[in-house]
């Protein structure tokens, strides 16, 4: 990867970098396999919520802000904070850190995230991957 | 992704330069979110190639490359912020003595550091990748991310695991001899440079994140100190041994299973002592040390 930019640092510090918001909308299409899923109480509850409120209200405010920090990590670093809103009030934050593959690709996510306006209810922290295609213009 | 309690599929397109659209999907619910840019977007300046470079050359190339780590946890809150503070502090001590010093000689002892080093960044990176972590580091990243320990147990359990597990390796990769002669005498004469700093690491790491360590050091008779010093001079000679039968094809195998599974048992011993009155005392360092814990610079996340 060595002397050129990579997928991964294109999709993070040149596209994605910076403040976003727009519009999210969740619901539930199959309520057969929601009540037979092994959530826990809790996921059902939070699935339940949402849908509650997107029902009532509609959908709700997203805001996300990428920063991008190149010398840290193997091969750079990304963080950002993900805050879905709706009268104000917040439904879900997110914050995310994007620890990028030096293989150029790949992707790894360390995030910790909170549902509902309660700072100190329903937080959870998770740790998963991420791919970056082609110059940067999708990921999965 | 993990989310909601089941596996979710994201799918994330670039429409243009200002406009990202996402799908989200498991086998029950679907999610969208359509985003556009707020404000102007950022040039293409970003130096991308600025990144932690390594393999390092020298001992200023592992300083250097454990502050920019240092830093990174630090904007993040990420406790192993505090070993690696503490290391960046012990290889400008290393770098500052090794001239002023009897090494025999004083190539091997800076190839050793860097060897050594090189199996930290490796543990960091593969736990920071999502990489299989080197069993020794295992259990020490999950206790000091799940914000069960003190910034004294932060810095004890890393170095324990540091030594135990990564120290044999290192040796291994640099070699217990030099032509006919063995490097024991370098290496024990490293000891005694990292027991004249142990007190400028626990002092350094105690002004930069919790003042409670330094009161510890007064009032505690200095027990945590004796421990350190013999626990480094201890654990170091096991790892001499251990690096002995790794390089030896018939105890390689059993050297590497005991290696990590000797800093498991550590690291176990450490979090929770047998004892139930020890293991209330710490329970009450550790709430008091969160509540006195400070980070510096400005937190990004």
Known sequence: M??????????????????????????????????????????????????????IAGPSAIFSTILAFPAWGP????????????????????????VLNPDGTMVFVHSR???????????????????????????? | MPLLGTLWEGNYKVLDPDHIDAELGCKWASAHE????????????????????????????????????????????????????????????FKKEIPQRQFNDRDWIVSLDIAFAGEYFRALDAYDLGEEIPGGWRPVFTAIREGRTSVLEELILSMAAHIIHDLPLALREVKLTGGDRSRIHDFYLANEVLEHG?????????????????????????????????????SRATAWFNSERLSNPETERAALVSIVKSSEVVVQQLLSPPLLSLRIFLRLIRWISRLMRKWPGHQVL
């Open chain 2, 34 to 93: 359509v985003i556009s840019r707020v404000g102007s977007r950022p040039g293409k300046d970003l130096a991308v190639e600025e990144t932690a470079s390594l393999p390092v050359k020298d001992l200023e190339g592992v300083a250097t490359c454990l502050r920019k780590y240092r830093d990174w946890y630090e904007a993040v809150r990420d406790p192993r912020a505090v070993f690696t503070h503490a290391y960046a502090t012990i290889t400008e001590i």
């Open chain 1, 113 to 140: 995230e909170r549902f509902g306006p309660v700072p100190f209810l329903f937080r959870a922290t998770k740790r998963h991957p991420a791919r970056i295609h082609e110059r940067g213009q999708s990921a999965t």
């Open chain 1, 75 to 98: 091969r750079g670093v990304a963080t950002n904070e993900v805050c879905i809103k709706k009268f104000g009030v917040t439904l879900y934050l997110l914050r995310e850190q994007y």
């Open chain 1, 2 to 55: 060595d002397g050129k930019i990579a997928d991964n640092q294109i999709y993070y510090f040149w596209v994605g970098r910076g403040s976003w918001q727009g519009q999210f909308s969740f619901h539930i299409h199959d309520w057969q396999a929601f009540w037979s899923d092994r959530l826990g109480l809790k996921n059902r509850f939070l699935a339940l919520c949402m849908v509650l409120v997107q029902k």
């Open chain 2, 198 to 234: 142990i007190d400028q690491i626990q002092q350094t790491v105690a002004r930069r994140y919790n003042l409670f360590l330094a009161w510890l050091d007064n009032v505690g008779l200095r027990e945590d100190e004796i421990l350190t010093n013999y626990g480094i001079r201890l």
